[in-house]
């Protein structure tokens, strides 16, 4: 069952007091949708709630700090999960051959997957020690008052 199943239709899109048994639903269909976008309005107008209804649940204590950094770190889950898959896996491309789409023996496009070596590169550079970027200091044009 979805969260829009569980608020009564006539309810939805009304305007006034939101009566206490249909809150948890909207609560967390406002999560849910945070949790993909990170965009407090989207959420908002997702789950039928103002952007004023959703400070006041923040201040009441409804939506919790540790809601929000819950949703927060399902993001950043789909944002890792994407570059990984990027990085590994690849993006779908066209194969081209002379500037023309390549086509199989049924006249479809056939696709290659292509990973981003950039990506990985970047990766390396902030997990594998042999690949970080040690601090130089240029002792002919650094602070000659720190070297003794």
């Given at each position: 069952?979805?969260?829009?199943?569980?608020?009564?239709?006539?309810?939805?899109?009304?305007?006034?007091?939101?009566?206490?048994?249909?809150?948890?639903?909207?609560?967390?269909?406002?999560?849910?949708?945070?949790?993909?976008?990170?965009?407090?309005?989207?959420?908002?107008?997702?789950?039928?709630?103002?952007?004023?209804?959703?400070?006041?649940?923040?201040?009441?204590?409804?939506?919790?700090?540790?809601?929000?950094?819950?949703?927060?770190?399902?993001?950043?889950?789909?944002?890792?999960?994407?570059?990984?898959?990027?990085?590994?896996?690849?993006?779908?491309?066209?194969?081209?051959?002379?500037?023309?789409?390549?086509?199989?023996?049924?006249?479809?496009?056939?696709?290659n997957d292509v990973p981003d070596?950039?990506?990985?590169?970047?990766?390396?550079?902030h997990i594998l020690p042999?690949?970080?970027?040690?601090?130089?200091?240029?002792?002919?044009?650094?602070?000659?008052?720190?070297?003794?």
């Open positions: 069952m979805t969260t829009n199943q569980l608020i009564p239709e006539p309810f939805q899109n009304r305007s006034g007091p939101i009566p206490d048994e249909y809150k948890p639903a909207i609560k967390e269909k406002l999560l849910e949708t945070l949790g993909k976008t990170n965009i407090v309005q989207i959420s908002c107008e997702s789950a039928g709630i103002t952007r004023a209804t959703f400070n006041s649940w923040i201040n009441h204590g409804l939506i919790t700090r540790e809601d929000l950094d819950d949703a927060l770190e399902r993001y950043r889950d789909q944002i890792r999960a994407e570059i990984t898959k990027r990085t590994f896996v690849g993006v779908r491309k066209p194969l081209l051959s002379n500037g023309r789409v390549v086509k199989d023996d049924n006249n479809q496009p056939i696709y070596s950039r990506l990985l590169i970047e990766m390396a550079k042999e690949w970080m970027q040690a601090e130089r200091t240029d002792a002919l044009h650094g602070d000659l008052d720190k070297v003794s």
